[in-house]
């Protein structure tokens, strides 16, 4: 494929070129984040968005876009593109002829004999972005007009003009700062070239975000435009815009974009792309790493930390980030979801996925001595506030099996007007998968380091889960596994949550079980872009994932297709098949190079739609989608 460039025609088409969007981070939180012509169709577009501190450290967009104007002869092409109601103004993408995502976000416009070239930079663990203008082609003496756009507003909202905001700027060495509200930090707009700052403040009202709109939520803001620089710019002539929460030496503004130019990656094939997008999900700030789970609008989670960590380190080869990550999730995990009385409500799954993430450690090479070392009593923690009844809505029965007492406790957990979409409770198939695994795992690492109180003490309990997982989550025969298991008995839906059992390393399932879940769900769940999270068949399948909220949140966890379930049946299809399971994998994982650049590009959607086209949703860049497809690369190598 012609990696991540676009041309005029496709471009010019708003239809098309509104659909891809690009997300550049700073490897510590802050991000950039846009359609490929500059036009923001979400309120969680915009060129610098930045977690702040003073307000529990949640993403806000300070600087939402920068207009930039060419004149020539006293006449002024406006190159920027506002969506308003009923219609675009500007329309500068009519100038656009070319997009690449690089090692920079890279658009060109040409008007008459002015070619120029704008390239977009985030500078790594700074809140800054730097905007380079190079002039092409110009025949006559030229004028750049920049023009930004700011919001100064949480990302999750929308802003209106209003009596409170402090539209005062500052001069400061070539530009301004400015800091529209009362705890944020100010931001400093600077130019490595002198610029004259025109003065001209006004709001621009009712900006429409096409996104926000067609979901049939608020969608309309009103901008601060503080007013514009102006600087002459000559043919061959770069210069360098830097917006930022800190004010920085003119002087430097070239030198540091050269030198974060260096350490970007190339574009320039599929598992370049990939590689990209995996570290743009790790955040760093002082000793903590963490990873976001998706872009544009996703923060931090354990669930996704421990699912998609394997995939964004270890397949990658980098076993310093997964400590790292490790090492800064326990506490959050003892916190949320294993303290008594502050224990998450919907996370009966969470700590359990800890054990599976260390095992994909321990594969990669560590020793079962250092893992219990290092993590065992935390391992020992878990386990034991599970089996002494201390994990709010969950219960340990005689039978050795986890009984979820409230729905919305599992990775299924979106709600509507509070109340859980999808039932699922009792003895649910994953969870005591899980649980299963856990223990076995927890028992394999203490032998060996010959921890005679906790062997003691576990020893028993792995067969009696087996036995009574047998017993009471399947059927047929042995030849099917219930989704879950409650006062009704067993729920025969069929969706991907009984792969877990054939798939994780330790498993109650004999290989013929295995088989015929792998079967099943290859026949009803497997699509190009994921498995389905229930069966066509169902009465309540939503095959598309479009329309008003409840249409929506119903359709997220009763059909959307999850790329990051592949990875999981890529492990157990490939365990059971060995080699002659290689060429389907391998057909999977080659169908998701045409993604990078159908949403968000470089990188693979959070959803697809269960129904062909199988159309991408949700967020544009997702850590465990981009993980488990690294992952099943790894396999397959």
């Known amino acids: 494929m012609n990696y991540l460039k676009f041309d005029k025609a496709k471009l010019v088409n708003t239809e098309y070129s509104l659909k891809r969007e690009f997300v550049r981070t700073n490897r510590a939180g802050s991000f950039a984040s846009s359609t490929i012509i500059n036009c923001n169709t979400r309120k969680y577009h915009g060129l610098l968005i930045c977690p702040i501190d003073n307000f529990g450290g949640e993403n806000h967009v300070l600087l939402s876009t920068l207009d930039e104007t060419l004149i020539q002869h006293g006449s002024s092409f406006n190159l920027g593109i506002h969506k308003f109601p009923g219609m675009y103004s500007p329309k500068g993408n009519k100038y656009v002829r070319g997009y690449e995502m690089g090692p920079t976000s890279s658009i060109t416009y040409r008007i008459g004999g002015m070619v120029l070239k704008k390239e977009l930079l985030l500078v790594e663990k700074e809140e800054r972005i730097l905007v380079r203008y190079t002039l092409l082609e110009a025949n006559s003496p030229t004028i750049l007009r920049l023009q930004p756009f700011l919001a100064f507003r949480n990302s999750h909202s929308l802003t209106r003009a209003n009596l409170n905001a402090n539209t005062r700027s500052e001069i400061i060495n070539n530009g301004i700062k400015i800091k529209l509200y009362d705890g944020f930090p100010y931001l400093h707009m600077q130019s490595s070239k002198e610029s004259e700052f025109i003065h001209v403040p006004d709001w621009y009202y009712n900006v429409e975000y096409k996104e926000e709109k067609k979901n049939d939520l608020e969608c309309n803001e009103d901008l601060f435009v503080p007013g514009y620089f102006e600087m002459k710019i000559k043919k061959g002539e770069t210069i360098i815009f830097s917006a930022g929460t800190k004010e920085i030496d003119p002087s430097t503004i070239v030198k540091l974009f050269n030198s974060e130019l260096k350490k970007k990656n190339n574009f320039n094939s599929f598992e370049n792309c990939l590689e990209n997008a995996a570290v743009q999900f790790f955040s760093r700030k002082g000793k903590e790493t963490k990873i976001i789970n998706g872009f544009p609008w996703f923060s931090t989670s354990e669930r996704n930390t421990y699912l998609a960590l394997p995939g964004l380190t270890l397949a990658r080869g980098d076993k310093k980030t997964f400590k790292e990550v490790m090492d800064t999730s326990v506490a959050r995990l003892n916190n949320r979801y294993l303290n008594e009385e502050k224990s998450d409500k919907r996370a009966a799954d969470v700590p359990l996925w800890f054990f599976w993430s260390l095992q994909k450690f321990h594969e990669s090479g560590a020793s079962n001595a250092s893992i219990w070392k290092k993590y065992g009593k935390q391992m020992e923690f878990i386990l034991d506030t599970y089996l002494d009844g201390k994990k709010q809505f969950v219960e340990v029965h005689d039978n050795g099996l986890l009984w979820i007492t409230r729905h919305g406790s599992t990775w299924m957990n979106t709600k509507f007007n509070g109340i859980p979409v999808t039932e699922r409770k009792g003895y649910v198939v994953e969870i005591n998968a899980l649980w299963y695994n856990a223990i076995c795992f927890a028992l394999e690492l203490a032998k060996d380091s010959k921890d005679k109180a906790f062997i003691d003490k576990w020893k028993d309990l792995p067969e009696k889960i087996k036995i009574s997982f047998n017993e009471i989550l399947t059927y047929k025969n042995g030849k099917a596994v219930y989704d879950y298991y409650d006062e009704n008995g067993g729920n025969t839906r069929v ?143």
Not at 554 to 576: D, S, T, V
């Open 495 to 637: 969706r991907p949550n009984q792969l877990f059992a054939a798939s994780l390393p330790y498993s109650c399932l004999t290989d013929e079980t295995k088989k015929c879940i792998l079967d099943e769900i290859e026949r009803e769940l497997l699509t190009p872009r994921g498995l389905r999270t229930i069966s066509p068949d169902s009465s309540i399948y939503k095959g598309t994932f479009k329309g008003f909220e409840a249409h929506r949140k119903i359709a997220y966890h009763q059909g959307c297709a999850f790329p990051w379930l592949l990875g999981h049946f890529a492990e157990a299809y490939l365990k059971l098949h060995k080699s002659g399971g290689h060429a389907l994998i391998q057909k999977l994982y080659d169908g998701f190079e045409v993604c990078l650049s159908e949403h968000g590009l470089g990188t693979i959607s959070e959803i697809y739609d269960g129904n062909p086209p199988h159309k991408p949703s949700g967020a544009t860049s997702y850590a465990l989608s981009v993980a488990e497809i690294i992952r099943i690369n790894k396999m397959l190598k």
